[in-house]
């Protein structure tokens, strides 16, 4: 069987002409303010207020647990801290490197060292949170007004909203840097970041300050938004990032504010702006296939949130920017991704991302465009968006959405099987997405019995971005499931799709850099079966190199009969001062690893190659405490190639592929792997072709 492509992208093409078909983009005569009458203008429509009145009158629990969270805070007083908030990416111990736990308001302490620190910027970040909470406060008090009508919330909701105007602006401007004081365009006075204000500004201030609009008198809508909507709007602005997650906040947070201050100039901005609006963005910075540039999903997600609440705020002034191709491309994504377990697949810069973190955004997607596919990741229950958008959760998803399919543009792989297991996997051969990306070409990630296996650790839970670790850990080849070359990185590289084939018992997919490690052509060929993975890496140079195969997994133990030597000192792998070696070996033949400890197990079966020296290890996962097990298998040459076979196991389903077998013939590799009273074979040529040989 050859590889086919055609069957893959046919349906992302004809969605993709379809969506383009529907586009027609706002002009500036378009982008005009709404008249404010008795129903919110920014916050929802007056119909969609009446189905939340409704769904509240029902006794709804969504819509009863935010009147009963706004009423237990009735008659508390409001907290303001004394200045603004600074980012997560400060709390934690530069020695350890792990994050801090919070004593009171000013003393924070160490896990690890128990040191204990005070003072900025660590107080900060709690002054951080305490903001969050208080404007947290005022939405949900805000909401239940709107619900309710009773009075007395739409009064707590203006004690925030008021106390932060009286203080915006005299709280001293800060950002992120190591020196708050000094003055990058990227600060502010609430927030340290102008990215962290927009999103205020667009979750919590405007639709609070639009909900209880009828309940303030003319100065104190005066007051709201001369002294808090006004200059944060402004000092959003100034900070311009075109291609970036941080102006899709902006932009929205400029939507918001235009309509409350009846300001078209802001509108126009915010969608026009040849190389910072909505319009640019959709251009310069998503996929063909709808995935954010920044090649993360929770950077995609989080983008997510702003164009839609951006979009959404246009819908309600009759603006359609939910039609826009790239938009709705997005939008679909997270159903098109979602692995074996309900969750997206930790890529670049993310911690455990999931549809149903979208859900918010889903709903109005879904509403705006009645694209069936979003109902496959919607929850069955009902939710606050749910109700205020009338979607019943009920409704029935059509059959065969979830697919294996080839995103070309996006430069992802997405494999599914059913069988017991019902696998699921990915490989990356994307474009380098920059600052979120990490150095990880052909990796890839596994699902099975409803559970991560093959793992990507994404970042640190504490965002220790400043820290060593980001650098030295998560963004390292070493992290990832791929190959190692001489001990180091990759350099900033894409890779290049060589085929793909969904037939009717397996799907496959092929790719190659010749980017990552200049002078080193790696192609890697991954196999799904209901039963099995197989794993297929070619990688050829003109020169000797050191080449280290690399598989983590969930484990949370791993085992290798040939392992039963220390490992003494350093191996010569950029990262491993965050490892934790356990045993290694040597062998001339193959291997089998264990990994267990859970209820989902693995078994990994290497075919021979030549001399291995075989490493097992764990490395940090969400934190340093939190650590997963992994595989390192050394070989040298100017050519060496790696077959290896994944099994997963339960309690009802035990691992029974008993062995690999890998030769080379013709230039090609032809692989058998056994199971039970089965032998199955496949031969790849290392590039675009790809047979199953027995049994036919």
Not at 320 to 331: E, Q, T, Y
Not at 552 to 575: I, N
Not at 597 to 607: E, M, Q
Not at 674 to 685: I, K, L, N
Request: contains cysteine; negative net charge; hydrophobic residues 40%.
């Amino acid at each position: 069987m050859q590889w086919t492509r055609a069957a893959a992208f046919a349906a992302v093409s004809l969605f993709s002409s379809a969506f383009a078909q529907d586009w027609h983009p706002p002009t500036a005569a378009d982008l005009i303010p709404p008249v404010r009458h008795d129903a919110p203008i920014l916050a929802c429509s007056a119909a969609e207020l009446a189905n939340l009145r409704a769904g509240f009158g029902r006794g709804a629990a969504p819509l009863r647990s935010v009147v009963d969270a706004a009423r237990a805070r009735l008659g508390t007083p409001v907290g303001f801290p004394p200045r603004g908030g600074q980012h997560n990416q400060w709390y934690q111990c530069d020695a350890c490197q792990r994050a801090l736990t919070t004593v009171d308001d000013s003393h924070h302490r160490c896990p690890g060292c128990a040191e204990v620190y005070s003072g900025p910027p660590y107080d900060d970040v709690v002054f951080s949170r305490r903001h969050s909470e208080n404007l947290r406060r005022a939405r949900e008090a805000a909401w239940a007004f709107a619900l309710s009508g009773e009075t007395a919330f739409a009064a707590d909701a203006a004690t925030v909203v008021l106390g932060y105007a009286d203080r915006y602006e005299g709280y001293p401007y800060h950002s992120n840097a190591a020196d708050p004081t000094r003055r990058l365009d990227s600060g502010g006075h609430l927030m340290e970041q102008t990215l962290s204000e927009a999103s205020m500004l667009v979750r919590d201030i405007a639709p609070v300050i639009d909900l209880i609009w009828h309940s303030l008198d003319a100065a104190q809508r005066e007051h709201a938004l001369g002294n808090l909507v006004r200059p944060m709007v402004a000092n959003i602005a100034k900070c311009r990032r075109g291609k970036s997650n941080w102006q899709s906040w902006h932009n929205a947070a400029m939507f918001s504010a235009g309509v409350l201050l009846g300001d078209a100039d802001w509108l126009r901005r915010s969608v026009l702006d040849p190389r910072h609006g909505f319009l640019f963005q959709m251009g310069a910075s998503v996929s063909a296939d709808g995935m954010w540039y920044e090649n993360s999903f929770g950077y995609h997600n989080y983008t997510l949130a702003a164009l839609c609440a951006h979009a959404d705020a246009a819908r309600l002034m009759g603006v359609d920017l939910f039609a826009h191709p790239s938009l709705r491309a997005m939008c679909a994504l997270p159903a098109r991704y979602v692995m074996a377990n309900g969750r997206l697949p930790r890529l670049g810069d993310d911690v455990d991302s999931s549809p149903q973190g979208a859900a918010a955004s889903l709903e109005a997607a879904l509403a705006a465009t009645r694209d069936a596919r979003l109902g496959v990741v919607l929850s069955a229950e009902p939710s606050f968006e749910s109700i205020r958008f009338g979607r019943d959760p009920g409704q029935s998803v059509p059959e065969g959405v979830l697919r294996s399919e080839v995103l070309r543009a996006s430069g992802h792989a997405i494999l599914r099987r059913g069988g017991a297991a019902r696998m699921s996997a990915l490989v990356t051969f994307a474009p380098f997405g920059g600052f979120h990306d990490h150095f990880d070409r052909l990796s890839f990630v596994w699902f099975a019995f409803g559970e991560e296996r093959g793992v990507d650790p994404g970042r640190a839970k504490s965002q220790a971005y400043r820290l060593p670790i980001h650098g030295g850990w998560y963004r390292t080849t070493l992290a990832h499931n791929t190959v190692v070359v001489d001990g180091r990185p990759q350099h900033e590289s894409g890779g290049e799709l060589l085929g793909f084939v969904d037939a009717e018992d397996f799907v496959a997919v092929a790719a190659k850099t010749i980017d990552a490690y200049p002078g080193v052509e790696h192609a890697r060929c991954l196999c799904l079966t209901d039963r099995y993975v197989l794993v297929l890496d070619r990688l050829r140079s003109e020169s000797e190199h050191r080449f280290d195969w690399i598989y983590h997994d969930r484990g949370p133990d791993v085992r290798c009969a040939l392992a039963v030597d220390e490992v003494a000192g350093e191996v010569g792998l950029q990262g491993e001062e965050f490892v934790e070696w356990l045993a290694q070996g040597e062998t001339g033949s193959g291997a089998s690893v264990d990994f267990g400890g859970g209820k989902v197990t693995t078994t990994l079966l290497v075919a021979a190659g030549g001399p291995t020296r075989l490493r097992l290890g764990t490395g940090p996962l969400q934190s340093v405490d939190d650590r997963a097990p992994f595989v390192a298998l050394e070989r040298r040459g100017a050519g060496v190639v790696f077959a290896g076979v994944l099994q997963a196991g339960t309690a009802d389903h035990a691992s029974d592929v008993t062995d690999l077998e890998c030769r080379e013939e013709g230039g090609a590799l032809l692989c058998t792997v056994v199971w039970g009273a089965h032998r199955e074979s496949w031969r790849w040529d290392g590039a675009g072709g790809f047979v199953r040989v027995a049994p036919r």
